[in-house]
C-alpha cells in the first residue's frame, strides 16, 4: 500500500517527529473506546466510534470538547477531561501494546546518529502515561511534545515547528510519521516531509480509504510496513511497488 515517492535527495533527514497514538502504539481503538463511553454518559448517543474515528483523528481533545458543546448546546463539563483521562489510563495499564517495528524504527534511527521526538495532539499527561506504560520513556526523554505547548493542535504546523525549534532543527530537515490527515497537513504546512502509516489496528477495513485521504493530504509516502519507511530514511533506496 504505498504512492510513488517524489523526488528527492540522498540527504536524510536530522529530525523524524512521530505521532504517538497509532503510530508508535495500538492505542487509537482504546482510546476511541474511551471517548465514545464518556460522551454516551453525557447523552450524546448518535455518533459511532467511526464517527469518532474519521472526526478527532490526529486532533486535540480541545476539538473533542468543542464538538460536545455543540451536541449539548452548553460548555462541555469542566470535568469531562479528567473522566475520559481516568477511564483511558486505567484501560492504558492494561491494553496497551507498541507497535513493534515502528518502535524498531525508532531504535535503527537512533542507532543511525538521527534524532527522534513525539509530536501528539494528546495532553502531556496522557503522552507520559502512554510511554511509560509502552515502555517508551527513555527514548524520547525531553523530545515529547504536546498540543497542550502551542496555540493551535493539528492540522496547523505549529505542534511541528514547535518541536523543531525546541530541539534546534530547520523544518526542511525534518521529517513526521502520521496516521492522520490532520497531521499529514500539518506537517506539510511546516514545510516537513511528511509520511502516512496506516498499519494501526484502528484502520482495519478502511486502510485504502486512508490511504488516498493522507495522500491528498500531501503525505510523500504511505505504507503500513515500517520498514518501507525506513529504506527511504535510511538506506536511501526506492519503495518497490
Known sequence: MRNAQPARTSRRPDLVIFDLDGCLIDSEITSLGSLHAEMQALGITDVTVEDLRDRFLGVSLRNVCDFIS??????????FADRFHARLFAAFET????????????DALI???????????????????????????????????????????????????FAASELGFR?????????SPHGIKGATA????????????HLEGIREVQQKRLLAA????????????????????????
Open 111 to 161: 542507532a543511525s546518529g538521527t534524532e527522534v521526538a513525539i509530536g501528539t495532539g494528546g495532553s502531556i499527561e496522557r503522552m507520559g502515561m502512554a510511554l511509560r506504560c509502552a515502555g517508551l520513556e527513555s527514548r524520547f526523554s525531553g523530545r515529547g511534545f504536546s498540543g497542550d505547548q502551542v496555540a493551535r493542535g493539528k492540522p496547523a504546523p505549529d505542534l511541528f515547528l
Open 70 to 79: 455543540e451536541q449539548l448546546g452548553r460548555p462541555c463539563p469542566d470535568d
Open 171 to 179: 523544518p526542511e530537515n525534518c521529517a513526521v510519521v502520521e496516521d
Open 218 to 241: 500531501g503525505a510523500a509516502l504511505i505504507t503500513a510496513d515500517p520498514a518501507d519507511i525506513r529504506r527511504f530514511m535510511l538506506d536511501d533506496q526506492p519503495v518497490t511497488e
Open 190 to 201: 511546516a514545510g516537513m516531509t511528511s509520511f502516512g502509516f496506516v498499519g494501526g489496528s
Open 95 to 106: 491494553e496497551l501494546v507498541r507497535i513493534e517495528p515502528m518502535v524498531e524504527l525508532v
